[in-house]
């Protein structure tokens, strides 16, 4: 799915949204550089999987959180956490690194995809969203992003993702 056809299919199901467009975006941290403002919440988008490669994460948490994956591989009881590759993310998501959000997961009817969902971020009411490239920013409501999971079949697990810090 191309980005156009992705925003072509939120206008068809009532999914409204506020676009940006701006350089490319890698990290959380070059929207800060380039000092980009939106309304919304600031995501970080991480793709994980287990020790095994059997199972894979898409990890939604605020962009300046820093992830304990030792400590969220025991609360969720997998092997071991790592980042998946490059390679996963594109057969998985369908996407480059960078390019990573809720919105991905249109990319995998399969469900191979697990999304777990940062308990400190759900309750906000906007949400910053690349559609499927890192030169956009779509600012979605939290009530469409839940239309949008029940388009796709995916199913967010809400809980408190442990930070490095606390």
């Not at 550089?33 to 990890?59: Q, S, V």
């Not at 991905?104 to 969203?129: G, Q």
């Amino acid at each position: 799915m191309t980005p156009s056809q992705l925003k072509e299919k939120l206008q068809s199901l009532g999914i409204n949204y506020q676009e940006y467009t701006h350089p490319a975006l890698h990290t959380c941290n070059d929207a800060d550089y380039l000092k980009i403002e939106r309304p919304g919440t600031r995501l970080k988008n991480l793709f994980l999987r287990d020790n095994y490669g059997r199972r894979h994460f898409l990890l939604i948490t605020a962009f300046d959180r820093q992830v304990d994956l030792k400590k969220l591989t025991k609360q969720i009881q997998v092997s071991r956490l790592g980042f998946a590759s490059k390679e996963r993310l594109d057969k998985h998501l369908g996407v480059k690194p960078g390019c990573v959000s809720f919105l991905t997961l249109i990319n995998d009817p399969e469900h191979h995809v697990e999304l777990l969902v940062d308990s400190a971020i759900w309750d906000s009411e906007l949400f910053h969203c690349h559609p499927l490239v890192n030169t956009e920013t779509l600012v979605i409501a939290k009530k469409d992003i839940e239309t949008f999971l029940k388009l796709t079949g995916h199913k967010a697990s809400v809980t408190t993702i442990p930070d490095k810090n606390d």
